[in-house]
């Protein structure tokens, strides 16, 4: 029969959504997906810090103080702001 919105059991922890999926396995799911992409964003994040300050502290000079520069500017925007801005420059037309 008809398995949407079914209460908790103990076969479905959480019960059924409206197809009749079962809703914990979703939210594992969902879950998985989240937490790799937060995991390989980290990664990358760390890998070109990595490489962008290395190569401050190896070629320094000009270099390095355009960089610090850049990273003042980037570190004294307030987030929402760079979020909108991103966001309207990318928008779909």
Do not use: H
Not at 17 to 23: A, F, L, Q
Not at 45 to 73: S, T
Not at 74 to 87: A, H
């Amino acid at each position: 029969g008809n398995k949407a919105y079914e209460p908790p059991t103990r076969k479905q922890w959480q019960g059924t959504d409206n197809t009749g999926r079962d809703v914990f396995a979703r939210l594992c799911y969902a879950f998985n997906i989240s937490i790799s992409f937060a995991l390989i964003l980290t990664i990358l994040n760390y890998i070109v810090g990595i490489l962008i300050g290395g190569a401050m502290g190896y070629y320094g000079g000009k270099f390095d103080l355009v960089f610090q520069r850049i990273i003042e500017i980037w570190s004294s925007l307030p987030m929402l702001f760079v979020i909108i801005i991103i966001s309207s420059i990318l928008k779909p037309k």
